[in-house]
């Protein structure tokens, strides 16, 4: 398991500093959404919990912060029942296994890394089983890595076409993750060209395919990415800290 056991003095240190990063990041929000032209209240925070033991996602929590996301489908489930989701949506935001999507249903509200139309067909199908339904963002391979899982941004349209018939699953918008390597200007370009695409889908009126979210934006970017029209950030260490691993 990846949890660290921490003392109550080392809790109550990790919760002021979330409370004194949140607030930061509050600021830093506001401040990209006015220079953008828009209500800091349209743009959603989603904490990333990878490695963030309950507890601390829990004070998070009563700090107003009404999405967290999850990278993976294990690490959910050892630490759903310990979540306190009374107030708070909870998605998945990880790499996603088709044999895994069974155990997200009637844990997430929304799966952000759909990148296969196999992937998507799955989620359809569980969600019959369950008799649910599911909100999904598309993920897009902006930088076109060949080492990394999103759908290509010239196959995006067809994709989207593709999976839109599938039933009890809905677009609600668009993912991605620039290049690690890139520049500050190399980033800010692939921002601009995911927020032209999610306005160019928009226009489109597909059925079932609705532009609500364009999520992108990390810890080290996502001032940037709310400038170039994210409404949607997921911020993980700079809220809760460096990730600590485990050894088992």
């Known amino acids: 398991m990846m949890e660290k056991l921490y003392s109550e ?19 830093d ?11 800091p209240q349209e743009i959603t925070l989603l904490a990333a919990t990878k490695t963030v033991p309950a507890e601390v996602i829990n004070h998070a929590i009563t700090l107003g912060v009404r ?8 690490e959910l489930c050892e630490k759903f029942d310990k979540l306190d989701l009374s107030q708070c949506g909870c998605q998945f935001i990880g790499h996603l296994q088709t044999n895994k999507v069974k155990n997200l249903m009637g844990k997430v509200s929304m799966i952000q890394s759909v990148d296969s139309v196999k992937l998507a067909g799955e989620i359809s199908r569980q969600c019959g089983v369950h008799n649910t339904q599911m909100d999904v963002l598309v993920e897009v391979n ?22 839109s018939s599938l039933p009890s699953i809905y677009v609600r918008g668009l993912m991605a ?38 999520s ?20 993980g260490s700079a809220l809760f800290g460096a990730r600590v691993y485990k050894n088992t």
């Open 67 to 74: 999405q967290i996301g999850e990278n993976r489908v294990q």
């Open 142 to 163: 902006i930088g076109r890595e060949e080492n990394k899982s999103g759908v290509d941004p010239d196959a995006l349209m067809d994709f989207l076409a593709e999976i």
């Open 177 to 214: 993750i620039p290049p690690a390597d890139a520049s500050e200007k190399e980033t800010m370009q692939f921002f601009s060209k995911m927020q032209q695409y999610f306005v160019d889908i928009k226009t489109q009126k597909i059925d079932n395919v609705s532009m609500d979210y364009l």
């Open 9 to 27: 003095q080392e809790y109550a240190q990790r919760f002021v500093s979330v409370e004194e990063n949140l607030k930061r990041i509050r600021e």
């Open 216 to 235: 992108m934006g990390m810890s080290a970017d996502y001032a940037q990415a709310i400038l170039a029209g994210a409404n949607m950030v997921r911020v």
């Open 29 to 39: 929000i506001a401040e990209a959404a006015r220079k953008s032209g828009r209500d």
